[in-house]
T-cell receptor, first 116, second 117 residues
């Protein structure tokens, strides 16, 4: 079974530029999450989708961050304009809607953003 | 609000010895789940072990075990017979929301473990 795919793995941009990250979850997983992990900290949830609807975006800085999940599969997270404090790893995760076991989240390898 | 606390920013352990990583949590929901993830330097989050709030026995997965003390609201991870490959960041996380509905994980700040040869 293929895991969660993310791209790009690394991105370096100047402040005020824009960037987009892409995520393809595990096939059949209805729930998709974007987490932001700043160096030395634990992941913080930015947005959660169930199918193509937003469940929770309470911690998404909506003045600069946007995310969509068209057709309930792939998702894109965009930052425009980027700030220095957006430097972080952006982790995408997915989970099954009715898990049989622990209900753990499956994570991609992350997209590391550096804003100069 | 739910909260996860990991008070050990970093720990050392000698190879082949056991180590305990601390995690305390705070929730008013009687139904919750606790997870431990490992994050090597490569960055991926690897699921290690899970404990449900109604589980009677402490969870075990190979060399990993979870010391679940419900009254103290603690869910410490015990790694037995440490190996050099265990050197990584370890995160404790709690499920917020029911498993038959939308749920998310709230993470602690992590503990960096370094295994000495």
């Amino acid at each position: 079974e293929a895991g969660v795919a993310q791209s790009p793995r690394y991105k370096i941009i100047e402040k005020r530029q824009s960037v987009a990250f892409w995520c393809n979850p595990i096939s059949g997983h209805a729930t998709l999450y974007w987490y932001q992990q700043i160096l030395g900290q634990g992941p913080k949830l930015l947005i959660q989708f169930q199918n193509n609807g937003v469940v929770d975006d309470s911690q998404l800085p909506k003045d600069r961050f946007s995310a969509e999940r068209l057709k309930g599969v792939d998702s894109t997270l965009k930052i425009q304009p980027a700030k220095l404090e957006d430097s972080a790893v952006y982790l995408c995760a997915s989970s099954s809607l009715y898990p049989q076991g622990a209900g753990e989240l499956f994570f991609g390898e992350g997209s590391r953003l550096t804003v100069l | 609000a739910q909260k996860i606390t990991q008070t050990q920013p970093g720990m050392f352990v000698q190879e082949k010895e056991a180590v305990t990583l601390d995690c305390t949590y705070d929730t008013s929901d009687p139904s919750y789940g606790l997870f431990w993830y490992k994050q090597p330097s490569s960055g991926e989050m690897i699921f290690l072990i899970y404990q449900g709030s109604y589980d009677q026995q402490n969870a075990t997965e190979g060399r990993y075990s979870l010391n679940f003390q419900k009254a103290r609201k603690s869910a410490n991870l015990v790694i037995s017979a440490s190996q050099l490959g265990d050197s990584a960041m370890y995160f404790c996380a709690m499920r917020e929301g029911r498993m038959d509905s939308s749920y998310k994980l709230i993470f602690g700040s992590g503990t960096r473990l370094l295994v000495r040869p």
